[in-house]
């Protein structure tokens, strides 16, 4: 996405405009106001007698509104303003933006105000491509609205704009004749509503049939941030970005919560702003993962979402199976004509051994049986997709290959793109392809499940069986998929069932999991702290070495935050205490450098070379699990662990941090408190 | 299952339309035969504790017909009537052959105005889940060779 493009949003529906805050889309500024998954305006360009306007400044004042300070004139360095312009706009179903011209001169003035609209009802998807709409387009006038309407068949989206101020409408948009007095202001309230125009109401000339009910007040919006950080754990730490970065990432967290139609008052972790708030398995499940010592009900709510919307048929096209956990679902054009298969998507491998992972951690630290009693079903289904569905090769591994060749996801793992996977010399591998991850979550999610079977659901006979296969995957996974003369994980098992035999950073994860063999492990975490993964920033996704190895590929050589937590994590797990802290310290320190907002990926250069971390271009900022990874590294460093109904504390601080305190932390426990202080020299692995 | 045999027992009387029960075309019909069949199976684990009531009117051309689906606590039972409801469907008939035999897509139906529905969200989704699969889908695909797919990314 270019610089100078603002966005604010409230769950899906949000505005991408340039910093005067007009919206003229183009293939490279994909510009508009969006709600579920489709654009609902391309064109909003405000005009005072003719004029363009330019900005002065704009205030992001809340995630959901902004305001722009602006000016006629045509852009020359000196601009003679007798006229200040202030948009201030809010988005909710659609938006509401008010608009007032400030008159500076000592007598009145007249003008001539426009506002174009217009809108090409773009599908998510389709916006970048540049597709060719199969529907028709129409704009009219309605009830004092300018509708701007689109229809395929049955399928109706339609937008309506409305002014509070007398104005002439017609159908490219809306005019106001003024005369502002002197040193005196006018102000209109412009209203922009998205439709999902059900087909009788548009006949009838009825007013919108809005996507979602009631539109809300700004004061509770405002009102639930404040909430937010306030019951949040309270961070102290002498190592002051750190209070910023923690700051920032419960901020962004906020914004990137999202309701859905079925639990409109409670909220989980959408995957990225702004393109992809919406429902991902794989990336709500995570963040909530990190998330859970200071905001446990985001994890609630995700699994019940999930759950929800759990997999109950075979279904090719949806890569769908009975059990499994979705992909990712969408609701635009292209999904409604099952040109894609995302209503919802199923083909993940990953998120439906997660979802058990995520529902027993979630006990752990909330002591909430009720709620693994009631998702029983759901977690059964879960563990039974993984036996059932997901062993593709028939030899007692997860693998995945989809159904959907068309527009299914080939890569099913969270390196989903095309070259993830891929032998040492660089070849890739067919499918069905085990990836090693799999089959520590599904580990995992045995060991966990068969906790949860003694603890609520009565079920001894189903623990033993799960512990029973656990210890019997994690024996066969030991011996398959160690490359001995490495002395690492294979990424992978093809479909002969031979090693792929890469070195990469899903060998993080498996302590995570914790599917290794102690006496391997130490192996591991030399591999993950050592020069050919560690940049100094953190642990890059493929080995340099490899011949697929990037700094700046997407899943080939770069440094992902999320993935990093999760490998401290796994550190920990295994003892490895300083070499988590060394994690944490480069993490912390790259979010430092970013002002406390991590990106998706950034370049797996060595640290010593570049000196500043090198931000992959992705288009989605804040994304979910970068926002979480921090919040997972101060567990980590914490060495937070729930036991029983204590919290444990057990600190491993990269010296930098000196001392750090968390207050207030939620749980079990009710609120309890943990210190640390920085005793692990850290710099001689990250600035080496 | 205990509540299987239960509800075999009650499950085809109750769920044939009136007037036309035992007839040929009611039997071959699609519509009542999946509603006889969801009738029957009594319990659905994946509604486990979840209870709503879900009524479809449908409409083909000037005759209409209601279906109710009641869950309680994962007991379903369906009955050929109107009654209330957590969520009514409005629905034409055709497009409803289409969802209860998998040729539609629910979700997708609904993003295109298909079927109308009032009320409740979560109540319509539980609806959909009982829906069957598109036909022909098997679950399975043959393995890829490496070397396809080294082939489809134009490497050798």
Known sequence: MSAGLVQILEGNTFVVSDDRGDIESSSSDPTGLFSFDTRFLSRWVLTVNGQRLNALSTDDLQYFQTRFFLVPGSGSVYVDAKLTVIRQREVADGFREELRVLNHENEPVDLRIRIDAACDFADLFEVKDALKKKGHYRARVADRHLVLEYQRETYVRETWISSSSPCDIDAKGLSFRVTVPAHGEWKTALDVVVSSGSPAGAAAGHGPARIRGQRRVRRDMERGLEKWLRQAPRLECDWEPLGRIYRRCLTDLAALRFSTLTMPDRSLPAAGLPWFMTIFGRDSIFTSLQALPFVPELAATTLLALAERQGTRIDDFRDEDPGRILHEMRYGELTAFEERPHSPYFGNADATPLFVVLLDEYERWTGDTKLVRDLEHAARAALAWIDDYADLQDNGYVSYQRRNKQTGLENQCWKDSWDSISYRNGDLPGFPRATCELQGYAYDAKVRGARLARLAWRDPGLADRLEKEAADLKRRFNRDFWVEDGEYFAVALDGDGRQVDSLTSNIGHLLWSGIVDKPKARAVARHLLGPRMFSGWGVRTMAEGEARYNPIGYHVGTVWPFDNSFIAWGLRRYGFSDEAACVVAGIMEAAEVFKGRLPEAFGGYPRMTTRYPVQYPTACSPQAWSTGAPLLLLRVALGLEPEGDKLVVDPALPVRMGNLELLDLPGRWKRMDAFGRGRVDTDRVTRR | ?156
């Open chain 2, 1 to 156: 299952m205990k509540q299987a045999g239960k509800a075999r027992e009650r499950a085809m009387p109750k769920a044939m339309p009136k007037g036309r029960a035992g007839s040929v075309a009611g039997a071959a019909d699609p519509v009542t035969q999946f509603f006889a069949a969801l009738d029957q199976q009594g319990h659905l684990a994946t509604f486990e504790g979840a209870s709503a009531r879900v009524r479809l009117d449908v409409v083909d051309g000037k005759k209409a017909e209601r279906w109710l689906i009641s869950i309680t606590r994962g007991d379903v039972a369906v009955t050929h009537s109107g009654g209330p409801a957590d969520a009514t469907v409005r629905i034409d008939r055709p497009h409803l052959e289409a969802l209860i035999t998998g040729r539609m897509n629910a979700q997708a139906a609904f993003l295109r105005n298909l079927f109308a529905c009032e009320g409740s969200v979560g109540a319509l989704m539980m609806f959909q889940r009982c829906l069957p699969g598109p036909p022909g889908s098997t679950g399975r695909v043959k393995p890829l060779s490496s070397k396809a797919v080294m082939a489809q990314r134009g490497m050798k």
